[in-house]
């Protein structure tokens, strides 16, 4: 299947962590991508790379709307090493589970085209489970999800000048 956790709430990579988990709990192997994400900061890295089942791979680890000095030609680069690695995944079959954390922020932001990646999961091998996350979810990418969840935000302690937590928000 294809899962979705999309929305503007805290926790959609939490729940995808949460299933990479599950899914290495009993003896499934386990492939983590991360969007925008520095390799060894957040925590879940540093606990999931320990894992025999589980590969992990980070691309693009800084977002250029939030760090001036990175250009878009290298995060639309970055992106399409990470279509490649997606494309090589499915081809090899070796995954009971791809996770694609932040994904949804690059389709957005048009780092990737949309229309391949719903050409390529529609390809995708039926015995390997998707998860993709991120704000934004696009609507062609929900359409052809199996199960779409989303997050919303009601109420976060960032609204009152909370910086984030160590262990808490990464």
């Known amino acids: 299947m294809i899962e979705i956790y999309t929305g503007n709430g805290k926790g959609k990579t939490t729940c995808a962590v949460g299933l990479v988990i599950r899914a290495l709990g009993h003896g499934m192997k386990v492939c983590l991508v991360q969007f925008f994400k520095d390799k060894a900061y957040y925590g879940e890295q540093n606990i999931l790379k320990k894992q025999k089942n589980l590969k992990m791979y980070s691309f693009t680890p800084k977002h250029p709307c ?16 990470a279509v490649e690695l997606i494309e090589k995944i499915f081809k090899e ?61 009601i109420k976060h302690p960032y609204r009152k000048g909370v910086k984030c937590r160590k262990g808490i928000e990464y």
Do not use: H, W
Not at 67 to 80: D, G, I, P, R, T
């Open 93 to 153: 079959k070796s995954y009971n589970l791809l996770v694609l954390d932040e994904f949804n922020i690059a389709l957005c932001g048009k780092f990737i085209d949309i229309k391949k990646i719903i050409s390529l999961l529609e390809k995708r091998p039926k015995s390997m489970e998707v998860v993709i996350t991120g704000r934004n979810a696009p609507k062609g990418l929900i359409k052809i999800a199996d199960l779409v969840s989303e997050i919303k935000e």
């Open 66 to 81: 939030f760090y001036k000095n990175v250009k878009q030609e290298f995060v639309k680069s970055e992106c399409e090493k």
